[in-house]
């Protein structure tokens, strides 16, 4: 980065209010982040006829329609269903003939699976053996999450997204077939779509991720964004909300005002770097270091706003002093009941920026720039009245210069370390059983050997 970026290197405000009274002057929850320049919506030039646009210098693409290009943005606006309950999703066929799914779109794992086999909690799933296209890879894999998990078969198979693209493309797919508390009562969906970079991607980063063929097959830019118009509305209504997923690039009409982008601090989840958390414009007053324990990061596959647990001691301590709230509304808690629960909750691992808060904003996943962009989003509105602005910059006098704890080894490498410390263990054992057989020349007092007994054992930590 150079003197300019490094000069604008300052925090972004983003404010949310998700509570039961919409009209209020001000947000009582505030969410510093580090961030680069503001992208100015005057540099946005108005969608017309001809070639398609090339990318910009930027890394960005703006979402319009090339003329006969593989990819059609236009198309992609509105393609997306769900809540922050239940997870938003996307249309998909897969294979030949063509099987329709629905795929939750999840920005905090790596790995694209569909349901292949019945199951209780979903009305469809993937038949490979009616696919003439399928070619099985000959391994399984399982991929486990904060909630459940699911062990499939991996093999690759021809993928059309209706809504955005005019052509199929080639993808690595699991198919499941053994599950854990990964499909629920109430799902719409029926797959999985990650969105995070192939260092998640299971049993191993070398595994090409969907969005990884996309961008190599369709010759889009390495962005996407996501709109998820859920903000105020029940979590798990009969119905469902609307949304957008734009693969390759920015829709203008999904956003007001100026995109702010944070640096990604890592690429493995999207990983971001809060600064400080505020309620009720007042400070918890706590080391910075503590937001980003172990790790924040933006993830559409999480329903709530997580946060260490001390921080989200000092939150629940802050909201019962100032008696704001932090709600969303709830159904099916009774006929005679309007209730509402709390949208944050305590992680042991990480600060989550889930769908709760990411229904207030645009979110651009800019993997070109290494940032991810947040910006006012138009759906994002009760009874009229916005639910969340954002305002910016401001000094970080106040903050330490780096508020990202040292990142512990990713677990490729803990696998690297692993297998060469069970290699020099192994040789080891080797020298000493070899010790052992051959012919001793001089022994004055015979013994019995001793006993080696070498347990070793691999623990692999997975958490999204």
Not at 89 to 114: C, H, R
Not at 326 to 353: D, H, K, W
Request: net charge negative.
């Amino acid at each position: 980065m150079g003197a300019l970026a490094r000069a604008l290197l300052l925090p972004l405000l983003a404010q949310w209010l998700l509570r039961a009274a919409p009209a209020l002057a001000s947000a009582p929850f505030t969410l510093p982040l580090r961030v680069a320049s503001a992208t100015s919506r005057g540099a946005v030039p108005t969608p017309g006829p001809g070639p398609p646009a090339e990318p910009r210098a930027d890394g960005l693409a703006l979402a319009l329609e090339p003329a006969g290009g593989a990819a059609n943005f236009l198309a992609m606006v509105d393609n997306l269903q769900g809540d922050s309950g239940r997870g938003y999703y996307l249309e998909m066929q897969i294979g030949t003939p063509p099987q329709k799914l629905q795929i939750l779109v999840d920005t905090g794992s790596s790995n694209f699976a569909v349901a292949g086999a019945p199951h209780p909690y979903i009305d469809s799933y993937f038949d490979a053996e009616r696919s003439s296209t399928y070619r099985p890879k000959g391994f399984d894999v399982t991929v486990k999450y904060t909630q459940g998990s699911w062990t499939g078969f991996v093999g690759e198979d021809v993928v059309t997204i209706p809504k955005g693209f005019n052509s199929s493309f080639l993808v690595n797919i699991a198919t499941i077939f053994e599950s854990e508390n990964f499909f629920l009562p109430g799902i719409r969906w029926n797959g999985i779509l990650g969105l995070a970079y192939a260092t998640l991607a299971k049993p191993s980063s070398s595994l090409e991720t969907f969005f990884d063929s996309l961008v190599a097959q369709a010759k889009i830019p390495n962005i996407f964004s996501m709109q998820m118009c859920g903000a105020g509305l029940p979590v798990a209504g009969s119905g469902t909300n609307g949304g957008s997923l734009v693969l390759g690039g920015i829709e203008p009409t999904l956003y007001k005002g100026d995109i702010w982008y944070t640096p990604i601090k890592e690429e493995w989840y999207y990983q971001i770097e809060i600064l400080k958390l505020e309620i009720g414009g007042q400070s918890l007053n706590l080391d910075c270091r503590e937001y980003n324990a172990d790790k924040a990061i933006v993830d559409s596959g999480t329903t709530l706003l997580r946060l260490p647990q001390k921080v989200f001691d000092a939150v629940v301590e802050a909201v019962a002093r100032t008696s704001l709230l932090y709600i969303q509304p709830m159904m099916g808690a009774g006929l005679n009941y309007e209730c509402y629960r709390f949208g944050i909750s305590p992680s042991t691992n990480a600060l989550v920026i889930g769908a709760t808060v990411m229904e207030g904003f645009y979110v651009v996943f800019d993997r070109a720039q290494k940032r991810v962009g947040f910006a006012a989003s138009p759906c994002a509105e009760i009874a009229g009245a916005p639910v969340s602005e954002i305002s910016g910059p401001f000094s970080t006098e106040d903050i330490a210069s780096n508020c990202v704890p040292a990142l512990p080894l990713n677990e490729p490498v803990l696998w690297i370390v692993s297998y060469t410390l069970m290699s020099v263990c192994g040789v080891i054992l080797l020298v000493l059983i070899t010790l052992l057989l051959l012919p001793v020349r001089c022994r004055h007092h015979p013994r019995d050997p001793e006993v080696v007994n070498d347990e070793s054992s691999l623990v692999r930590h997975r958490w999204k």
